[in-house]
Every structure is written in C-alpha cells, then in structure tokens.
C-alpha cells in the first residue's frame, strides 16, 4: 500500500512563496502520475498539477488558475513530488493534498492515494 507525506505548507505573505513536497513510500509502481489539489472550503477539491513517470502516462499538465505562477517538479528516483508556489494570492489559501495513481499495467485502473493535506494559508 502507497502511503504519502506532504511537507511545506504554512503561512506566506501575497506576493511570496512556498514550496511543497511529498514523498511516497510503499508499492510504487515504475508507471505512475504524481500530482497536487487544493480544496478551498466550502468548494470541491480540484487539481492543482499533475506529472507522469514515464511519458506513456501523459504529459505534465498545470492548471489554469495557476499557470505560471506554480511549477510542479518530481524526483523519480526519491519517489517526491514537489510543488513550487510563486507569487502567491490570497484566494490560493487553501488545503493542498498529494496524489498518486499508481498503475500496476498501462491502461488498468490505477491505485489511487492521497495524502492527509497540508494547509497553505496566504495572507494580503
């Protein structure tokens, strides 16, 4: 069973910066995609980033919201995924949560695992 950690969220300034990691552990599989979502309260989770493994498993793809202004990055050898947040708003506070779907076969469904979430708290 995958588990995840997530490390890196707290409290920034607007305008400022923040980066998150999360490492896995457990089963992972060599074909897998890594990503982060963010849910505001009140609202539903949605998807921050994601990144594949290998290229058969996509393409690394932001979300409109916060193209350009966060850059998500693996180390695929440390199993991490980080999340680097610039130039930060207060509408991107928010709990942040790691995913993996980690696939046994291409094209089967994945094994889907979240992280507990950490809390990134933007100020004006």
């Known amino acids: 069973q995958v588990q995840l950690v997530e490390s890196g969220g707290g409290l920034a300034q607007a305008g400022g910066s923040l980066r998150l990691s999360c490492a896995a552990s457990?089963?992972?599989?060599?074909?897998?995609?890594m990503g982060w979502y963010r849910q505001i309260t009140g609202k539903h989770r949605e998807l921050v980033a994601t990144?594949?493994?290998?290229?058969?498993?996509?393409?690394?793809n932001h979300a409109d919201a916060v193209r350009g202004r966060f850059t998500i990055s693996t180390d695929i050898a440390k199993k991490t995924v980080h999340l680097q947040m610039d130039n930060l708003k207060p509408e991107y506070t928010a709990v942040y949560y790691c995913?993996?779907?980690?696939?046994?076969?291409?094209?089967?469904?994945?094994?889907?695992?979240w992280g507990q979430g950490t809390q990134v708290t933007v100020s004006t």
């Open positions: 457990g089963g992972v599989f060599s074909v897998n995609v």
């Open positions: 990144i594949p493994s290998v290229s058969e498993a996509g393409t690394t």
């Open positions: 995913n993996i779907k980690n696939f046994r076969v291409i094209g089967s469904p994945p094994e889907d695992v």
